[in-house]
């Protein structure tokens, strides 16, 4: 079966790098620049995990998190972020608090994303 992944992230070349690391993988991959477009995907397409962003613009990651859980709750959540100037572990901690089913820190390699993809969907990463 195919995992519907959306990624919501002002980085286009973040998104652009986690699409390279799962072509190879049975996923459709949907993509967002912020938090509001995101939430517009969720009501369009059959998503079962979302990875976001926490900082962004107009809307952001935690905001994002809070509303998906409330809207969406089947839908697994894997929130990244490199913190701005305050480090990742303040704002990952928030979105664990918040509902994120899972949390991971930038710069993160290949390895690190499959891992934790592997602990949210019935699919084999690695």
């Known amino acids: ?3 519907n992944i959306l990624i919501i992230d002002d980085d286009i070349f973040l998104r652009e ?3 390279d690391i799962l072509i190879d993988y049975p ?3 949907f993509e967002a620049g912020n938090g509001d477009q995101g939430l ?3 009501k369009q397409e059959p998503i079962h995990l979302v990875i976001t962003d926490i900082i962004m613009p107009e ?3 935690l905001e994002s998190i809070i509303e998906i859980i409330q809207k969406y709750p089947g839908i697994k959540i894997l929130a990244i972020s490199g913190g701005g100037s ?4 303040q704002y990952l901690e928030m979105a664990s608090n918040l509902g994120a089913h899972a949390t991971l820190a930038k710069p993160f390699d ?3 994303l499959l891992e934790k993809l592997n602990e949210l969907t019935d699919n084999r990463f690695i």
């Open 40 to 42: 517009e995907l969720l």
């Open 59 to 61: 809307k952001e990651g």
């Open 27 to 29: 996923v459709n991959i």
């Open 17 to 19: 790098l986690i699409k």
């Open 110 to 112: 290949k390895d690190d």
């Open 86 to 89: 305050t480090g990742s572990e």
């Open 1 to 3: 079966m195919l995992t």
